[in-house]
């Protein structure tokens, strides 16, 4: 069955510290991946995608993420976080040319200032 | 430009009441709709959606049901809600011609 996975469900660091999110999915086609953000109070929202192309993306706020085929994994990046970072984040996987996003269970992000 | 509209933003129920929740769409035409379930460290659990007019697609089987009477606007419904019902229901929205979804604000659902 196609899913996506986030194993890391909470995540505590300092302040510059540097942010590495897993994600991993399961499927051998074609992929559109994403990472969504949810800040506290906030919708959810958009912070980047992979489409084609580079598979190293850079999204919004510093973050970027890098597509490794061959590992099936889309991790998230970020060299120094701030305090403002404290949010949840979403792994999302579209799956061939499927109408839906299939989430995984989120990371939720703690920075201690 | 684009907005999606959720609500009631909260709504505390009784079980064994009936539950309607709404969700629609500004800006855009024929846009693929979705509704989600978020539950603490459980991520987004998508529930239903409907890539047109009347066109309902469930994801698992549960307690509510779907309708999309009009091309942007997307209900939630129940006939008896269970305490199980309760949680975080997000709306999305999908332009026909993009990947990415855009979410609404979210109802808060508390059954009593």
């Known amino acids: 069955a196609q899913s996506v996975s986030q194993h890391n469900h909470h995540v505590i660091l300092s302040e510059a510290a540097s942010l590495e999110l897993g994600c991993n999915y399961s499927?051998?086609?074609?992929?559109?991946l994403f990472w969504y953000v949810q800040y506290p109070g906030q919708h959810l929202q958009l912070l980047l995608k992979y489409f084609s192309g580079d598979p190293l993306v850079k999204g919004i706020k510093g973050f970027e993420a890098e597509f490794i085929k061959s590992k099936f994994s889309f991790n998230l990046r970020k060299p120094s976080v701030q305090w403002s970072d404290t949010a949840e984040y979403f792994c999302?996987?579209?799956?061939?040319?499927?109408?839906?996003?299939?989430f995984g269970s989120g990371t939720r992000l703690s920075i201690r200032p | 430009s684009q907005t999606i509209h959720q609500w009631p933003a909260t709504l505390v129920q009784p079980v064994g009441s009936p539950l309607s929740l709404e969700c629609t769409v500004e800006g855009t035409s024929n846009p693929n709709l979705y509704w989600y379930r978020q539950a603490a460290g459980r991520g987004l659990q998508l529930l239903f959606y409907s890539v047109g007019i009347g066109q309902i697609s469930s994801e698992v089987p549960q307690n509510l049901s779907a309708s999309r009477p009009q091309d942007r606007q997307f209900i939630l419904s129940s006939k008896k809600l269970l305490l199980s019902d309760s949680g975080f229901y997000l709306c999305?929205?999908?332009?026909?011609?993009?990947?990415?979804?855009?979410f609404g604000p979210g109802t808060r659902l508390t059954v009593t």
């Open positions: 999302a996987v579209i799956f061939g040319s499927a109408s839906k996003i299939i």
């Open positions: 999305a929205w999908r332009d026909r011609g993009r990947s990415e979804q855009y």
């Open positions: 499927y051998g086609g074609t992929v559109n």
